[in-house]
């Protein structure tokens, strides 16, 4: 087990409940999903309580993200997004805190099944959709239709984009989950050469010396990662947005 | 206010005292916002480029291949449906190879994004 870089990843039950024959158990994902929400909601909270005119240090983290948030989604889809900044800052903490909580030792990663992060990309992009066409009614599948196209070109050029679109959820919840599956399997295999090269006697101690450095760099890498995730994820919310607000300019 | 505190005396030196206030605190007002607007611009060129060049290296192969890999599963479905197999698989797959391109080249910024007949900057 210790070797098994794998293991990690599995989900245990740990209250089992079951309702009408559906299992919805309480696991070990939905107990650090509610310590994600709970790490999120009291440190913005508690950071924002004394709200001071001159920010303390963490008050300036809150502060930070907020105009970060705020700035991102500004620049994608004007000041009509703003009315979004809810979500979109919502699922930016989540990823984020959840990255960084999966980077302790012995803490299960959230965001590492693709069930979590594809129910997160299906709800931009039901937001996308349910919002476009409440908006713009029909006009939303203008989308499709880029301007200019001859007629004898449309069809193949709307299947070509409706593939565009579809692939959205796809590689919006496969990056995310890829990058974080991929980032925690590799620190394990590291980490775990140091423990077999290291029973092998002195040479082994020696020799473990460089899967030891090669794991303190991936740490250092997988927190650029977890960071850059999340941020990729929101940028990302923030252009499909764009798109429900101005489908076509 | 004043008046009420320390006679007709005290409201004079009071009213002063809170003009000087006013004037100090715009006047530090000012001053952070021009500090302020220069150091942001710096760190944003700076950062913005870094961060944004980093997301657009993680973006580019998931782009590509969940393309396909939708082209391919809606190609699938339809043989399913309408029993036209290998057929509609072979096509779709070829369109999501097209989309796969197109998305890449969109989220390199050449081609405009959806809808979209300007090339707007990059994120």
Same mark, same amino acid.
């Not at chain 1, 909580?101 to 992009?125: C, D, E, R």
């Not at chain 1, 203008?142 to 004898?152: A, D, Q, S, T």
């Not at chain 1, 092998?200 to 460089?210: D, F, H, K």
């Given at each position: ?249 | 206010?004043?008046?009420? =505190? @320390? ?7 009071? +009213?002063? $005292? ?5 004037? %100090? ?35 580019? =192969? @998931? ?7 939708? +082209?391919? $599963? ?5 043989? %399913? ?43």
């Amino acid at each position: 087990m210790a070797n098994d870089p794998i293991h990690q990843f599995h989900i245990t039950k740990l209250v089992p409940i079951e309702i009408g024959g559906l299992d919805f158990s309480f696991t070990n994902s939905s107990l650090f999903m509610v310590a994600t929400v709970a790490a999120a909601g009291a440190f913005l909270y508690m950071t924002t309580a004394s709200r001071g005119l001159v920010p303390s240090r963490l008050q300036s983290i809150t502060e930070m993200s907020y105009e970060f948030v705020a700035s991102m989604l500004r620049d994608a889809a004007g000041s009509q997004g703003m009315r979004f900044f809810p979500l979109v800052f919502s699922l930016f903490m989540f990823v984020l805190v959840a990255n960084l909580l999966g980077m302790f030792p012995y803490f299960f990663t959230v965001t590492s099944h693709i069930i979590v992060t594809f129910a997160l990309a299906l709800l931009v992009i039901g937001t996308v959709v349910v919002y476009g066409f409440w908006k713009h009614g029909l006009g939303f599948l203008k989308l499709f239709v880029p301007e200019g196209v001859p007629g004898v070109l449309i069809p193949l050029v709307v299947a070509i984009e409706v593939i565009s679109f579809l692939s959205r959820p796809i590689s919006l919840s496969v990056r995310l989950f890829a990058n974080m599956l991929a980032g925690h399997i590799t620190l394990k295999v590291f980490a775990g050469f140091v423990t077999s090269l290291s029973a092998m006697g002195v040479v082994g101690v020696a020799g473990a010396i460089l899967p030891l450095l090669m794991t303190i760099a991936l740490t250092g890498l997988e927190f650029l990662v977890a960071f850059l995730q999340a941020y990729v994820f929101a940028v990302l919310t923030c252009m499909y947005l764009n798109d429900a607000l101005h489908p076509s300019h | 206010m004043a008046d009420r =505190s @320390s006679g007709n005396g005290g409201g004079e030196p009071r +009213g002063q $005292a809170d003009d000087d206030l006013a004037r %100090r605190r715009r006047d530090l007002d000012a001053a952070i916002a021009a500090r302020r607007s220069e150091k942001v611009d710096e760190v944003a060129g700076a950062d913005r480029g870094g961060k944004a060049n980093w997301g657009h290296a993680l973006r580019l =192969s @998931s782009e590509f291949i969940s393309a396909i890999v939708v +082209g391919a $599963a809606l190609g699938w479905f339809i043989d %399913r449906g309408l029993g036209s197999s290998p057929w509609g698989l072979i096509g779709f797959l070829l369109l999501g190879f097209a989309a796969g391109v197109l998305n890449v080249m969109r989220a390199t910024g050449q081609v405009a994004e959806f809808g979209r007949r300007t090339d707007r900057t990059e994120d």
